[in-house]
């Protein structure tokens, strides 16, 4: 078959996408992929060989200027017009859309030409996106056992779970080391909240015996560095981590952001941890939610993640390491989600 796979935006948009366009071109199908510019370079990394890449002129639509707005709707506009005459001619046989403002022209142009066609959404909260565009969707394919926002009857839902890659499903379920060892990350960019808080409530713990392996801003790290020296605490403070899969895996805990990816990432090596959602995104709170309603873990609002109440439950797990070990039981979940996912476009 011919399978348009439509993404953009975010890596978190942009690795699931691909882990399954892998798995189809391995299964024999002819694939397309579309993006935005923004993902551009990352689409051309990792796409399957022989696969057809095709740039989507298109951007999101949550900026708080007006003028802003209008002129993304105009570019998704102008794309989805160019992508249904597109497919006049060269029509696939499969359309499959993994979120975000990027995937609504394709989505569209499959709708005018009666293609069936699949969306994915990432988070336990279903974006704005993804809500815009399942009026014209055959089946929506969720992350989570339960999402929010779904609109009721408005398509068929199937619970797939999220593409990781392939280096976290080489280490699934793996057993906790019990070497003491922390590891503190907010995404690509770090976050701010986590700098302010952790440092100072391990500092204030009894027992400091913990290994920190702290990401955070360029800007930050050798200020972080020295007051984990000062304090007598074992650290590496880290800008970026290349192997995010080890860096898991050798932790006893995780303390992070709640995106879906970091989720499921969680899930699939079976890691504890304390998750705090950033604070203006609902879809990171509902993940968060779901993850510490398994048992896993701890979700908790920026607003209460004090340094004393961190200090307190660091205290409490590291000293219990058998309640460390039921966290990580509760929250491992096998990951099958690209044979799931291939399988229901096969259909």
């Not at 892998?22 to 051309?44: F, N, P, W, Y």
């Not at 499969?94 to 990027?102: I, K, Q, T």
């Not at 609504?104 to 988070?123: G, R, S």
């Not at 006893?252 to 941890?273: C, K, Y």
Request: proline share 5%.
């Amino acid at each position: 078959m011919k399978i348009w796979i439509a993404t953009g935006g975010t890596g978190g948009h942009v690795y699931p996408a691909l882990s399954v366009a892998t798995e189809l071109a391995s299964r024999g199908h002819k694939i397309t992929i579309s993006c935005d510019g923004r993902v551009r370079s990352m689409v051309q990394r990792g796409a399957p060989d022989n696969a057809r890449l095709v740039h989507i002129w298109a951007s999101g639509v949550g900026a708080k200027s007006r003028l802003k707005q209008m002129w993304a709707l105009f570019k998704i506009g102008v794309s989805a017009s160019a992508l249904t005459l597109r497919f006049m001619f060269f029509r696939p046989n499969r359309v499959v859309a993994f979120g975000g403002y990027a995937s609504v022209p394709a989505v569209f142009a499959a709708h005018v030409w009666k293609i069936p066609t699949f969306l994915h959404e990432q988070n336990a909260a279903i974006g704005r996106a993804n809500k815009f565009a399942m009026r014209w969707v055959k089946t929506l394919m969720t992350s989570f056992p339960s999402v929010s926002g779904i609109p009721t009857g408005a398509t068929r839902v199937v619970y797939t779970g999220l593409p990781v890659r392939r280096d976290f499903l080489s280490i699934a379920a793996t057993p906790l080391s019990h070497e003491s060892k922390l590891l503190v990350t907010g995404g690509s960019l770090g976050a701010q909240i986590l700098d302010d808080v952790v440092p100072g409530a391990i500092a204030a713990m009894k027992n400091k015996k913990i290994f920190v392996t702290h990401q955070t801003r360029p800007e930050n790290v050798a200020r972080l560095q020295q007051f984990y020296i000062d304090n007598k605490i074992r650290a590496n403070v880290l800008s970026f981590i290349h192997d995010m899969a080890d860096a898991i895996s050798s932790a006893d805990l995780v303390i992070g952001r709640s995106g879906a990816s970091t989720i499921v990432e969680l899930q699939t090596v079976g890691r504890p941890a304390i998750l705090v959602p950033l604070n203006i995104n609902p879809d990171q709170a509902a993940n968060a939610e779901s993850f510490a309603k398994n048992g896993g873990g701890f979700a908790i609002e920026q607003s209460k993640f004090t340094p004393k109440w961190l200090t307190s439950t660091l205290t409490e797990l590291f000293d219990n390491p058998s309640r460390l070990d039921k966290m990580a039981q509760k929250a491992t979940v096998q990951n099958n989600a690209v044979n799931l996912i291939a399988d229901e476009i096969e259909k």
